[in-house]
């Protein structure tokens, strides 16, 4: 009696996709709790100048141990710079201002504000469709936003002065957002990271010795875990992963998991810096996770019986 042949079975792949976006989330999340620990013992524009050199340093010093190939045009060049300027230099330096004066939990609220402002730029300058299920997530994304904001405001604990920033912060991430999208740099997002933090630790730098002082760094283990933090973790790989995610998911639905940044970045400022959260804060996570979904969703395809008919 002859064995039955085998019978090749195909192999599923691993859709790594999820993973990449919960690992995005935590890292830029978390950034803003590192941040508040970092601006309190140092400068912020002396910590982004450093921070953003180092982190630029490192990826090219990488790139040239590894040989990688240059495969970056002049243009590409000079539109990683200018993202260096919109993504690092503007967004971070405006929002590390009010960092200051502005808990960590409401900072990451204002900037999960970008989706609802990058969706309408999409539709504009990128053709992306803002159809009725879009349309629907992004009010509820921005409706459970705005009713935390609400709550935290009614508390009083937080300066205008750096809300004030802090917005200006958010205007600066869409831009980069639009831009990136927009100019289409070719070649290695590793590389194009690299020349961005460069860049914008070049245009943090005078600003940074000219409104602030060295003497104003209060040598802390805090401060130098939260550096590395925002080198490596930050400027480094949550960059890489956001780049991914707007070629990948395209602009509106990979803005729309900065929705998932004020529940985490209240759950990390509770748990590293003891900042308080009521349960009237976590209401506002329901409308925004019924948001995400409903932008992230794939469009469901018609079949051909319901085509034909």
């Not at 990451?108 to 990058?118: C, E, G, R, W, Y």
């Not at 405001?153 to 869409?174: K, Q, R």
């Not at 925002?230 to 900065?258: D, E, N, P, Q, R």
């Amino acid at each position: 009696m002859s064995a039955a042949p085998a019978v090749a079975m195909p192999r599923t792949r691993f859709n790594t996709l999820p993973f990449l976006i919960a690992l995005f989330c935590l890292l830029w999340s978390y950034a803003f709790v590192a941040g508040k620990i970092g601006v309190t013992d140092c400068p912020p524009l002396i910590m982004l100048a450093a921070r953003f050199s180092l982190a630029g340093v490192l990826i090219l010093g990488i790139s040239l141990l590894r040989r990688d190939k240059w495969d970056l045009s002049l243009r590409d060049v000079a539109v990683f710079a200018v993202l260096g300027v919109a993504n690092n230099a503007l967004y971070l330096g405006l929002g590390y201002t009010g960092l200051k004066t502005v808990s960590a939990g409401l900072g990451a609220l204002i900037v999960s504000a970008n989706p609802v402002f990058t969706a309408v730029l999409a539709a504009l300058f990128l053709g992306e469709a803002l159809t009725l299920r879009k349309v629907t997530g992004l009010v509820l994304g921005i409706a459970g936003v705005a009713f935390i904001v609400w709550h935290r405001l009614s508390v009083g604990s937080d300066s205008p002065h750096g809300i004030l920033f802090t917005l200006a912060s958010l205007a600066s991430i869409v831009a980069g957002t639009i831009l990136f999208k927009v100019l289409a740099p070719k070649g290695s997002l590793w590389i194009g990271n690299g020349i961005q933090n460069i860049a914008g630790g070049l245009a943090v730098m005078p600003f940074a010795f000219a409104f602030s002082s060295v003497s104003d760094i209060v040598p802390s283990m805090r401060l130098a875990g939260a550096f590395a933090f925002l080198v490596l973790g930050g400027s480094i790989l949550a960059y890489l992963l956001w780049f991914h995610l707007l070629k990948v998911c395209g602009a509106t639905a990979a803005s729309a998991y900065h929705f998932l940044m004020p529940p985490l970045g209240m759950l990390f400022a509770f748990l590293v810096l003891g900042e308080h959260v009521e349960f009237r804060d976590l209401l506002g996570i329901i409308p925004v996770a019924l948001g995400i979904y409903l932008v992230t969703r794939p469009a469901a395809v018609a079949s051909p019986e319901r085509s034909a008919s």
